[in-house]
């Protein structure tokens, strides 16, 4: 290694040389850009956890057409079968059921709305067993089951609309047991 032999350059600097402060252009753009974060911080807090994302979310209407054989795989199939045929001695069937194309359409409703524990004569056959109720589903969705049963597997009877059993619903508020089976269906709501 070769000494400098610029005079200058073999001075070690003294330590006030060392102390440069920060030039005034690097510091405006750092200062900028610490109130862009935090304005742009203030602008965007108190929105949801999915911080950011402000799509619109998915407006579900609830009078919505609704897909009865949908509701009837979903809720009914297992024990009244795909068929509505039931099974034998346990399950009702609901083709061919005076319950179901009753033009009192308020009777099926009810039996969704509370269910039925009791005994039940069904085309013929009686069957005694627990039917729970179905209350949680809406009345838009129990009318397009009704509306299916009523409609399918050679049954023809009347559809059966939302209004008719939100009105059903109200009828029997303050109902929290099941229908004790077919006696009781008929003493309140007359002959299907
Ligand atoms: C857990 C099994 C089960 C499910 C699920 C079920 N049911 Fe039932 N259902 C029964 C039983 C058991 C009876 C007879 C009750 C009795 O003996 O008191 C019955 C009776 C009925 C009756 C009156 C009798 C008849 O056969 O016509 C109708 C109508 C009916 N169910 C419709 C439905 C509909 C519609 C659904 C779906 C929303 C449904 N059930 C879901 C078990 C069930």
New binding site residues.
Partial sequence: MTEPTNQRERETHEPEELHNPVPWPVAIVSLALIAWGASYYFQNTGYPAAAGDRRSTIVVDPNAQVDGAA??AG??????QPTGA?LGG?????AG????VSDNHDI?AQ??LH??????D??GTT??????S?AQ?SDAE?AA??TH?RSSWGNGAAAISADQVATARKQHADRTT??K??EELLDSLGEP
Avoid: D, K, Q, R
């Fill in positions: 509701v009837y809720n009914c199939a297992s024990c009244h039931g346990v399950f009702p069937p609901l059921s005076e319950w179901v099926p039996i969704l269910g039925i524990s009791g005994a039940i069904v085309a069957y005694n067993g627990i039917m729970p179905f589903l129990i089951v009704l049963i099941p229908w089976g077919g």
